[in-house]
């Protein structure tokens, strides 16, 4: 008999990090894997989704212009909670640390359904930064049935918390499946500098970079594209804390450009092709080491902190004049700069991992 295993995604790094591994699934014989989409984030998701090739199977279709933390997740309950019911997969998985994952946990509680998180454990130690992932992150980590963690520094976080070991495999992180599939796939020349300059590539959005942090980081961005041998991309996220913060001060500036956000393979050829990253998003922080990238992390703290122990990436905060600093050290200095890639979030075969462990689990409780 086949077992169900219903993958849950909203946001574009779960649709991401959860592709290859819906991809690794619906290759094997044992198993249906269906999608839901709760579309928390509609068209970022959907991107990735079509990239890859991959159609849900049920869409909630939540977006909703102003949303707010508790509207969406009040929707996404009612929604969520009849469709597994109906549904009745014999596990849920879902990835990360959104409202999407959850609720995906709280709905599977309720329905007596196992739960499955995909990038379990990471955990900074202070529930408002970042938020309001840190919460959702307590709660999925209390419910979860089963903890891939992708490293073992986050499974120990989660043996600190009580979660029983064998409940905790680590198994790398599916975002360098995804990574280095695409890499392979995509031409970086679109995006390389004029000769004799260096691309800095730059994503900042997150809610606690808002308002003044997210305006000290552009002012040590506009410091650092003084330089005529720096070139400064930055694709703009839709959001309406973001957008016109950074068109206000980045805007017009000859050597930055200013862009929406770039689709998932084109976003992969900007990291191959620059010199230097500077972002607060997770995801970018596990994918430039893979790339030999280094990465400056526009936050006070990190839950990936490997990538700092290693020497591949550096806090600066939204201190401007560390920013400009430790930019300039690393632009100036090559053999500051990772030489070759470090594949400290996995080795590319994540999804394996996880599909044999999930087999074995199933086939257990037939």
């Known amino acids: 008999m086949k077992r169900r295993v219903l993958v849950v995604v909203g946001t574009r790094p779960e649709a991401i990090k959860l ?24 068209q970022m998701q959907d991107q990735v989704l079509d990239y890859f090739d991959l159609r849900p199977d049920r869409d909630l279709d939540l977006m909703r212009a102003g949303q707010t933390l508790a509207d969406l997740t009040a929707r996404m309950i009612s929604a969520m909670d009849p469709v597994l019911a ?64 992708p ?76 330089r005529s041998d720096v070139e400064i991309l930055y694709p703009i996220h839709p959001n309406p804390n973001v957008r016109p913060v950074v068109e206000r001060t980045l805007g017009g500036h000859p050597r930055i450009t200013l862009c929406d956000p770039l689709d998932y393979p084109e976003m992969v050829a900007a990291m191959q092709a620059c010199t230097l990253i500077l972002t607060d998003s997770g995801g970018i922080q596990e994918e430039a080491p ?12 990190t839950d990936r902190p490997e990538a700092v122990a290693a020497g591949v990436a550096w806090l600066v905060g939204a201190d ?13 200095d090559p053999g500051a700069r990772p030489g070759t890639a470090r594949n400290l979030y996995g080795d590319g075969r994540s999804s394996e991992a996880i599909v044999r462990i999930l087999r074995e689990l199933l086939a257990r409780t037939e």
């Not at 893979?290 to 703290?301: D, H, Q």
């Open 290 to 301: 893979s790339l030999g990238k280094p990465v400056l992390v526009l936050r006070n703290e």
């Open 86 to 149: 109906e549904e009745r997969p014999d596990i849920v998985l879902a990835q990360g640390d959104t409202t999407t994952v959850m609720v995906a946990a709280l709905c599977a509680f309720y329905q007596r359904i196992r739960f499955a998180h995909v990038e379990a454990g990471l955990r900074t130690g202070d529930k408002w930064r970042p938020f309001p992932e840190e919460g959702n992150r307590a709660i999925v980590g209390r419910l979860a049935d089963v903890h891939f963690a």
């Open 19 to 42: 592709a290859p591994l819906v991809r690794a699934l619906r290759g094997e014989a044992w198993v249906e894997c269906r999608i839901l989409a709760t579309s928390q984030h509609r």
């Open 320 to 332: 401007r004049e560390r920013i400009l600093n430790v930019a300039t050290r690393l632009l100036d």
């Open 151 to 226: 490293t073992e520094r986050a499974r120990q976080n989660l043996l600190a918390e009580g979660v029983p070991l064998d409940r905790v495999h680590v198994v790398g992180n599916t975002v360098i499946d995804a990574l280095l599939w695409t890499a392979e796939r995509v031409d970086a020349s679109r995006f390389r500098p004029a000769t004799g300059r260096k691309l800095v590539l730059v994503t900042a959005h997150r809610r606690e970079n808002f308002g003044v942090p997210l305006e000290q980081i552009c002012l040590g961005l506009r410091a650092l594209a003084e």
